[in-house]
Each structure stands twice: as C-alpha cells, then as structure tokens.
T-cell receptor, first 112, second 115 residues
Framework: DAGVTQTPRHEVAEKGQTIILKCEPV?????LFWYRQTKIQGLELLSY????????DGGAFKDRFKAEMLNSSFSTLKIQPTEPKDSAVYLC??????????FGEGSRLIVV | GEQVEQLPSILRVQERSSASINCTYE??????FPWYKQEPGENPKLIID?????ERKQIQGLIVLLDKKAKRFSLHITDTQPADSAMYFC??????????????FGEGTQVTVIS
C-alpha cells in the first residue's frame, strides 16, 4: 500500500524562480496538508484541503505560496517567486480525517 | 489557533534510562494529543497518541500522560535504546474539538541516547 509520495526529493532554485512541489496522498485519504519544516520554526502549516476543497491557506504564507488540489490523488505547492528564506523541507501529509497524519518523505528546497 | 510549547529542546540520556518530554497547550477544548518521531532524513511518524477521555496510555516502552486540568501532556520513553535517538514532536488540534485533523506541533525535542 503506497504511502504519501512527494517529488522532487531535492530542489535547488535561484532566487526569483518558480518551483512546484508535488504530492500524492494515501489512496482514500480525504485530508491533505502541506507543512514547512525548518530548524528554527519547526513544523508550520501552509495549506489544508478536505475533499479537494481548500480549507486553510497560509496566513503569513499567502503571498508567494499557492497550493492546489486538482483531484483527490494529486496536489501541488507553488512558490513564486522563491526567496532564500524559503529554504526548508516541505512535507505533505494526508489523513482520513481522524487526526492521524501520514507524512511523505519531504521535498528539501534550497534557494540560493 | 492552538499554541503548543514543548520542552526540553535537547535531551541526552544514558542507554536504559528514561527520557521525558513535556508539552503544554492552551485550548481546554483540545481532545487529541499525538506524538511523532522523526529520525534523521526521514519523515515524522506517529508513535503514540492519547485522547482526552484518558489520563494514561502505554504502548510497549512508551507512556503518555495527560493532565487536562494543567493542560499538559508528556511522553516517557522507558528503557531507552540507541534506536530511540530521534527528534520527537508533540501536537494538538489547531481548532476547537480537533475534528479537522489540523495539528499544531511543538518545536521538537532532539533525543540522544548514549551507549
């Protein structure tokens, strides 16, 4: 049974570029989350979808971060334009809606 | 939203001793408290959780205690082994009741078990 799949695993971008991170949730999961993980801030919620509907979109992350879920098995997180402070691990997680999150392996982004 | 404070941020223990991590939360309506373990280069994985209708839960060498009055919950790793070395995160639901599945995470505790 496939877990959460994220691509790419590693990405190096120049400041100002647009990057798109991808996530496939566990089959049958209704909830999908994008988190950003850094040593200083820990795990921060970026976006939350329930049954493909965007329930929460970022607060402080709104201006350059856009998450989409075009179908129940695929989500993207677009960062445009990237800045060096966006360097982090971006974790996608899915859930049946019972509070148990299954995380993907993450996409490590470095912006230079 | 919920705020979760986690201490300590770093914990070094001798093999076979116990390790304890404490978390506090703000929202008295929060009803679900999971703990995630993240090994280097890996994704966080759920290891144990407790709901607000319980005060204590144990899975093998992991014990979780919940004190709703004090809005505090803790993880105790008994008989620690080198394989327990990892980052541990506590979490609580972001909104009232916790039905959405959104979690606020503590800042993490880096546990190192010394042989």
């Amino acid at each position: 049974d496939a877990g959460v799949t994220q691509t790419p695993r590693h990405e190096v971008a120049e400041k100002g570029q647009t990057i798109i991170l991808k996530c496939e949730p566990v089959s049958g999961h209704n909830d999908l989350f994008w988190y950003r993980q850094t040593k200083i801030q820990g795990l921060e919620l970026l976006s939350y979808f329930r049954s493909k509907s965007l329930m929460e979109d970022g607060g402080a992350f709104k201006d350059r971060f856009k998450a989409e879920m075009l179908n129940s098995s695929f989500s993207t997180l677009k960062i445009q334009p990237t800045e060096p402070k966006d360097s982090a691990v971006y974790l996608c997680a899915s859930s049946l809606g019972d509070n148990t999150l299954y995380f993907g392996e993450g996409s490590r982004l470095i912006v230079v | 939203g919920e705020q979760v404070e986690q201490l300590p941020s770093i914990l070094r223990v001798q093999e076979r001793s116990s390790a304890s991590i404490n978390c506090t939360y703000e929202n008295s309506a929060s009803n679900y408290f999971p703990w995630y373990k993240q090994e280097p280069g890996e994704n966080p994985k759920l290891i144990i959780d407790i709901r607000s209708n319980m005060e204590r839960k144990q899975i093998q060498g992991l014990i979780v205690l919940l004190d709703k009055k004090a809005k505090r919950f803790s993880l105790h790793i008994t008989d620690t082994q080198p394989a327990d070395s990892a980052m541990y995160f506590c979490a609580a639901p972001m909104n009232t009741g916790g039905l959405s599945g959104k979690l606020t995470f503590g800042e993490g505790t880096q546990v190192t078990v010394i042989s």
